[in-house]
């Protein structure tokens, strides 16, 4: 089992619709939750990042971390066709390093 | 806030060439830089981990010798494909950490390597 699995998608929604993406993790010391956004031939850029149990907002942005079940979520409101990118989940602990979900391809429909 | 600098944006070189691609945090002390490989609709592959003035970590079939990673200073570290062939045209990704416990990682912009 990886220890960060994450659905690729593609996923295609009509615009301003809400967007739930999604990835679950399997190391129950993992402190530190993020998401980045990756345009097409572009590097990663760190969205959202939470610490532990709880939600962040940001904007139109949402980032839910539930340790309890492991699970991360990142939510768009109103999504824009801006928005189409790939959407990558990380997640580690107070030592080594990120581990990153395989990214879910998001596309918004005008 | 953080920002990395990764050059060149993209590259084309012979076969049997060797081509560096450098890796710089500009604003912050990079104790550990990390090394991905990206192919097209794929994700994130990581190729190795390194921290500055030692020898990098490299994933399990990553040809060390192949992918030659410098860590020199805190704010740079390169990676040389040599001896390049058609299959090691990716795109390749740095990043950036300056260190737990309240760490990101900061990504590089990426670079466009194809080996004609």
């Known amino acids: 089992q990886k220890e960060v699995e994450q659905d690729p998608g593609p ?7 809400i967007v739930s993406l999604n990835c679950t993790y399997s190391n129950s010391a993992f402190q530190y939750f993020m998401w ?6 572009k590097g990663p850029e760190l969205l959202m990042y939470t610490y532990s149990s709880g939600n962040k907002e940001d904007g139109r942005f949402t980032a839910q971390v ?12 109103d999504s824009q066709p ?15 390093n990120l581990i990153f979900g395989k990214g879910t391809k998001l596309s918004v429909k005008p | 806030g953080a920002v990395v600098s990764q050059h060149p944006s993209w590259v084309i070189c012979k076969s049997g060439t060797s081509v560096k691609i450098e890796c710089r945090s500009l604003d912050f002390q990079a104790t550990t830089m990390f090394w991905y490989r990206q192919f097209p609709k794929q994700s994130l592959m990581l190729m190795a981990t390194s921290n ?17 990673i410098n860590h ?4 740079l570290s390169t990676l ?8 090691d045209s990716s795109f390749y990704i740095c990043s950036a950490s300056s260190g737990p416990p309240n760490y990101g990682y900061t ?4 670079t466009r390597l194809t080996v004609v």
């Not at chain 1, 996923?11 to 619709?17: R, T, Y």
């Not at chain 1, 980045?36 to 031939?41: E, L, N, T």
């Not at chain 2, 040389?80 to 062939?85: E, I």
Request: one cysteine or more.
């Open chain 1, 11 to 17: 996923l295609s929604v009509p615009e301003g619709a």
């Open chain 1, 36 to 41: 980045y956004r990756q345009y097409s031939r």
């Open chain 1, 66 to 77: 539930d340790k309890s079940s492991k699970y991360i979520s990142l939510f768009i409101r």
């Open chain 1, 82 to 96: 801006s928005d189409s990118a790939t959407y990558l989940c990380a997640s580690g602990g107070s030592q080594g």
């Open chain 2, 52 to 68: 500055e003035g030692s020898k990098a970590t490299y994933e399990q079939g990553v040809e060390k010798d192949k992918f030659l």
């Open chain 2, 72 to 75: 020199a200073s805190l704010t």
């Open chain 2, 80 to 87: 040389t494909v040599t001896s390049a062939h058609p299959e």
């Open chain 2, 107 to 110: 990504f590089g912009s990426g």
